[in-house]
């Protein structure tokens, strides 16, 4: 019932694989709202972390995400880099040192994550961002808490969470970042940076499933 | 998509290779992090200016780096806004004691990435005011969006507080300059084309034969609204007026009036559209001072014209008179 | 055919108001006959050097008139040699005692039309001297054709005898001037998409989604081969290649390398052009000491480029450096 | 048995109008081997000379023919205008003060004419050019007065072979003009000036058909 240094590493790897495969499809998003490039920065970012995968290996899990994180801020660029930066350096200072991760671990990296990403962008819920995805995962972690789940079942509710606020972003008019120079025109279309956001969470779900 | 590139990935890290054979008297290139720099900095007691967005805008930023010009620019990936480190070294490469001014387009991604540039530079000792531009009456405006895109106004804004820099005034008053710049320039811009962004292969949007995009963003970003393509004249009056009310600009006003291409629109359909924005802005009331027509903050190869009015006073036809020695700009030396 | 045009039938008409309305310091605008002329023009003592051609390639010719480079340009219909009254016209304007260069490109209309225009000067008593440009060698050369195309050189030929014609020198000094360009300038094109002429109103050839035209002319006259697209450096190889061979260019010889745009190719890929250009240069032993990049010899909206060599002396390096303020090209003043 | 001054004038009208038709016609057949503009310098030249109607109207052929090449000379401009320009100077030249023009006088009209194009030009016989429609023309009209023919039939015979030349043009490699830059490329195309030429001679036949 909890992740360790490896199993961390994993959910890396397996970040870098699936936005990989997901470049097209988040940069089509973003072409309909955006510039079409969240893709492409997504994968150049980490792509660049795989990079700094052996550096890594022999490392606590706050200096994994806090490498991780400073990789993306100096190689994803555009919005994302900052936020995503923001979000991994965040969780990585709230568990620096640490080699095992419980829920509770966990749910506190993704609170500091999320909360520096609603400091560096300041996006509130319903905004049309990534805010929108991050929210109700957070929410889901908090709830399993106190439910008392085990970490799988709550990673598996917080990606759901996600998928949902995801999903939610269609109707919603962008009030942040490129989509909303488009006003009204931006309603109807998922939020690329939401859809990376529930990307990088079912990552961690499938991933860490068995513990 | 056919595009005179080598590897997609590849194409800013070439296209600043050029410019180092290129123009070796005029700049260098810093690679990892990539910035372009006067070849001559830091300049002891001069503000330092220096800007970034992503790249596919040329001659915007590293065209404008030079004597009377920017200090410094950091280019992105295509279309994407630089990072932190990129524009951290940038400002330290270019302090030369008196403070460094940052300006910024106002996307998201420009502000957080300079933002935190910025906060780095403060920790390392250096004054650092950041100048955002907001230019585009195409968006809508509003305290709980993002704001207006920075678009033309940001290339004269580059030029007058370069030459301010220039003229050894303070971090203050270069800042001032650009903070005039900011209130007084006003542009919006249309595509008869979209443009193609290399990585992507193929073009941002579909615009059918007949159509045009009235309000689009420099990075392909949809406009107000999509219409039935009309006459020179008939455009030239669709940016014109938004603009003119805009601000609001007053009769008797003198004005810059820069007329730009996105790209792919050539010389020859630029004059036409000079001489009607030329027309209206008379009618108008306003006296057209100075002028600028080319393609200076470009979309790749995007066909289309963006329309920039900036209101000038005395100070600022000074420094927009001012020396400028510079790959896109040149002029008094 | 989306353009930024009212009717085609106006294009140039048009066009040339804007200039009217745009540089009144540098160039007044004559109209029927049509011709561009420097403001203070004539000069005393000064040969005066005109071109003149079809429209669609600017800032060729018009948008080099003034200080230091041509006293007057003549416009023609897009792609149409203008007609023997501009030229005399503009020959007349311009005759300030010493003399008139008429820098003419190859090709049968340009000549034809320059040369009755130039016996009809001869005959009101004002010394002409024509020189023929034909640097491009994607055209085979033979004694019972038309010859080359006059193409990139010509924008070289006209900085450097500007100058040249600035500084008072002799008619016969600055055609001389003319002839070492001519001797010593090659070119070649390519392009990776069709201009649409106004009056034409689809494209001049089809070129399919995976294919160029290497050897192009400026007016979409199709080149020497068409074959799948190719990288960048591919491409450059194939231009710089018979470049190079022509001359042909020795070890050790100084070069003004020109990258141009057709007009649709932006700065960014004419950068990674120039980076292999430059490479290969070298490798062959020439020292690249000038250069320019680019749209300054278009094609309407054309994409592709087109490179031009030209070997370099001490008084044509002297006489590119000499200052130069027109709408196309500017510095040292 | 010949061509008075208004029947010239109604020449040179119908001569704008065949133009005017053809206009796309020239062009295309210039986009194939040139630069795509020989319909709109054509038309755009005779369009000019339309203009011009009024002033000729009392006027001798000779000054008729000259005012023709004079407006051509100074708005079709390309090769065409200095070419076409003379090709009417020089008629004009030749039949100076004439109200009537004989067989014999538009034959001697048309060698000056053709002269002045081949000099102009310095095309020969097989370049690809309109001296290939212009030459047979002629060769047509001098064995005309050979044989004795009426004008009409004269005149007829000359669009004939001037078609037959034409027509003539499609294999040849260009040696003139912008087709050159070509090579055996421009071989399969019929030369835009050899076909304006033709229309010229058959409007000629055609409206002075009962001379
Ligand atoms: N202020 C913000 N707060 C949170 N997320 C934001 C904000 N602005 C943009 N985003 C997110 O960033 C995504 C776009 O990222 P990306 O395409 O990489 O950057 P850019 O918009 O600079 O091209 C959006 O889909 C949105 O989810
Ligand atoms: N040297 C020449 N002598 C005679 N005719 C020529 C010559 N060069 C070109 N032509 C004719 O001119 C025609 C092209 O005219 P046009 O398209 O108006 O001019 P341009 O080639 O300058 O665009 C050719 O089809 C050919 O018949
Ligand atoms: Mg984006
Ligand atoms: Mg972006
Ligand atoms: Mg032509
Ligand atoms: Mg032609």
Chains 1, 4 share one sequence.
């Not at chain 1, 966990?106 to 990534?130: F, H, N, P, Q, Y």
């Not at chain 2, 810059?256 to 027309?279: C, D, H, Q, W």
């Not at chain 2, 979309?299 to 920039?308: R, V």
Request: glycine share 10%; with cysteine; net charge negative.
């Amino acid at each position: 019932m909890s992740i360790n240094r490896d199993e961390a590493l994993e959910w890396i790897k397996a970040c870098v694989e699936i936005l990989g495969e997901n470049r097209d499809y988040l940069t089509q998003l973003d072409a309909a709202i955006g510039d079409a490039d969240h893709g492409a920065n997504m994968d150049r970012g980490f792509k660049a972390v795989m990079g700094k995968i052996p550096e890594m290996s022999d490392k606590d899990i706050g200096t994994i995400f806090k490498t991780v994180g400073m990789t993306l801020l100096s190689t994803v660029g555009g919005a994302g880099g900052p936020l995503y930066g923001t979000f991994f350096i965040q969780a990585g200072m709230k568990t620096a040192g640490k080699m095992e991760l419980s829920l509770e671990d966990w749910t506190s990296a993704m609170d500091a994550a999320l909360s520096g990403i609603v400091m560096r962008g300041k996006a509130e819920l319903g905004d049309k961002t990534m805010v929108d995805a991050l929210t109700p995962a957070l929410n889901a972690l908090k709830q399993a808490m106190t439910d008392d789940l085990p970490l799988n079942q709550a990673l598996k509710n917080s990606a759901e969470a996600a998928r949902e606020g995801m999903v939610g972003t269609i109707p919603l008019v962008a009030r942040k970042g490129r989509a909303s120079y488009l006003g009204e025109r931006s309603a109807g279309h998922q939020d690329p940076g939401a859809t990376s956001s529930y990307l990088i969470l079912k990552t961690a779900a499938d991933t860490w499933s068995n513990s | 998509m056919k595009k005179l590139i080598n590897k997609p990935d590849d194409v800013v890290m070439e296209e600043l290779q050029g410019i180092v054979v290129a123009h070796p008297d005029l700049v260098k290139v810093h690679f990892n992090p990539n910035f372009v720099v006067r070849a001559d900095a830091p300049i002891k007691g001069k503000v330092g200016v220096i800007s970034g967005g992503g790249s596919g805008h040329e001659p915007m930023h590293g065209g404008y780096v030079g004597y009377g010009m920017l200090d410094a620019a950091c280019p992105g990936a295509v279309f994407t806004s630089p990072t932190p480190d990129q524009m951290l070294e940038a400002t330290k490469a270019v302090n030369g004691g008196a403070g460094v001014l940052h300006i910024v387009k106002n996307y998201t991604g420009d502000i957080m990435n300079f933002e935190m540039a910025a906060d780095l530079a403060r920790a390392e000792g250096i004054e650092v005011v950041a100048i955002v531009t907001d230019d585009d009456v195409a968006v809508q405006d509003s305290l709980y969006t993002a704001g207006r895109r920075g678009v033309g106004s940001t290339v004269l804004a580059e030029k007058v507080c370069g030459a301010a820099a220039e003229q050894l005034r303070s971090l203050e008053q270069v800042a001032d300059v650009c903070r005039k710049v900011k209130a007084w320039g006003r542009s919006m811009g249309m595509a008869l084309t979209s443009c193609t962004v290399p990585h992507v292969g193929k073009p941002t949007f579909d615009l059918p034969e007949d159509e045009m995009e009235i309000g689009i963003g420099i990075h392909g970003e949809p406009g107000r609204t999509r219409m039935k393509v009309k006459s020179a004249d008939e455009i030239t009056e669709m940016l014109m007026e938004p603009i003119i009310k805009d601000l609001p600009f007053k009769h008797g006003d003198e004005v810059l009036l820069f007329v730009n291409s996105m790209g792919g629109t050539p010389p020859i359909e630029l004059y036409i559209i000079y001489r009607k924005a030329y027309e209206i802005a008379q009618k108008s009331g306003l006296k057209v001072v100075r002028n600028l027509i080319g393609p200076y903050i470009t979309s790749l190869e995007m066909a289309g014209c963006s329309i920039t009015m900036l209101k000038m006073d005395d100070d600022l036809l000074k420094l927009w008179d001012f020396p400028v020695k510079t790959v896109g700009l040149r002029w008094g030396m």
